[in-house]
């Protein structure tokens, strides 16, 4: 029996999540250049230089950690997507990722787009972004919210369930139509 498939492309998404891990890897290498550059001059030519030394190198540390972390997510937004009613499939430049719909631990609703929160076929942790500059992003999002709750995975919209909202925090101008009403 054939699996169809409903197909979702943005090359735009490819290419602008190349051009942040791009900048992101530019920066954190020139200030790596930079700090083995000073830090050894600061040491033999500024008092307290080790100290100095020793700060800049601590510092490039943590940064790298945050950098790690937001190429981690970055390499998690998809540039194509295909639904079917048995899986979704992310394709990120040269890897593809498959999430069964029985494995989908959650979908996640947030101001970045879409995640989905799952494991492969052997089980280990999946995680696959949409972001929301997909041109047909509303269409997409509906299809996965309503396959996801066809099959009984739980939807959250800035980490929440969805069923317990306040429409009013949401829509703020929803409370002042029912004042007038």
Do not use: C
Not at 19 to 25: G, N
Not at 89 to 117: C, K, N, Y
Not at 149 to 159: F, I, L, M, S, T
Request: proline share 4%; glycine share 8%.
């Amino acid at each position: 029996m054939p699996t169809w498939y409903e197909v979702y492309d943005n090359q735009d998404v490819l290419l602008a999540t190349r051009q942040r891990v791009r900048r992101i890897t530019r920066i954190y290498g020139f200030a790596a250049i930079a700090v083995a550059t000073l830090a050894p001059l600061a040491m033999v030519h500024v008092t307290g230089g080790a100290w100095l030394a020793g700060t800049a190198g601590v510092s490039l540390v943590v940064a790298g950690a945050y950098v790690f972390k937001a190429l981690r997510e970055l390499h998690a937004v998809a540039w194509s997507v295909k639904l079917s009613f048995h899986h979704i499939i992310g394709d990120f430049g040269r890897r593809r990722t498959t999430i069964r719909w029985r494995a989908v631990a959650r979908v996640e609703l947030d101001r970045d787009g879409l995640v989905i929160l799952g494991a492969d076929e052997q089980g280990v942790a999946q995680k696959l972004r949409i972001a929301h500059a997909f041109p047909d992003y509303p269409r997409l999002s509906h299809r996965v919210v309503e396959y996801a709750e066809a099959h009984g995975r739980p939807v959250y919209v800035d980490g929440q369930p969805w069923q317990l909202l306040d429409l009013h925090a949401v829509y703020p101008f929803l409370r002042d139509s029912v004042r007038e009403s």
